[in-house]
């Protein structure tokens, strides 16, 4: 049975990621009509880190989609599993060479999300002390 909130929570996560999506979007576009040769993806990351830095987007906007895309993030493997049995008699004899970057890739990808996600965490624990600070300070001069 669908409880009202499931249904709120679903909704949020999906507007969040069309709103993802979106800011996706306009990276490509940027990416295209610049001519860059950065990926669109890479560029959408970038406008979203400075909406939040600037405070344009607040992180709750967001937060519920990125964090419904990132426990799916398994799924994006497949393919590459799916490609490798394809070309079998590549994978036969190059396989080595394929191996090799495909774990040095997962494993820089891995070590520099891990210290990415560290550091937003720092961030986001240093910002809401800030705020709590800010806030007692506040209150003590009502006092």
């Given at each position: 049975m669908f409880n009202i909130f499931n249904i709120q929570q679903y909704l949020r996560i999906l507007l969040q990621l069309g709103l993802l999506i979106?800011?996706?979007?306009l990276g490509a576009q940027i990416q295209q009509?610049?001519?860059?040769?950065?990926?669109?993806g890479v560029i959408g990351l970038?406008?979203?880190?400075?909406?939040?830095?600037?405070?344009?987007?607040?992180l709750e906007w967001i937060e519920a989609g990125s964090n419904f895309i990132l426990a799916e993030l398994v799924l994006l493997f497949i393919p590459c599993v799916v490609g490798i049995m394809k070309y079998k008699d590549l994978f036969i004899s190059q396989g080595w060479q394929l191996v090799l970057s495909v774990v040095l890739g997962t494993l820089f990808?891995?070590?520099?999300?891990?210290?990415?996600?560290?550091?937003?965490?720092?961030?986001?624990n240093a910002i809401k002390a800030k705020r709590l600070t800010a806030k007692n300070m506040q209150q003590a001069g009502e006092k």
């Open positions: 979106a800011i996706w979007l009509w610049l001519n860059l040769p950065i990926s669109g970038l406008l979203v880190l400075a909406a939040l830095l600037s405070g344009i987007m607040k990808v891995m070590v520099i999300t891990a210290y990415t996600v560290a550091w937003g965490f720092k961030l986001e």
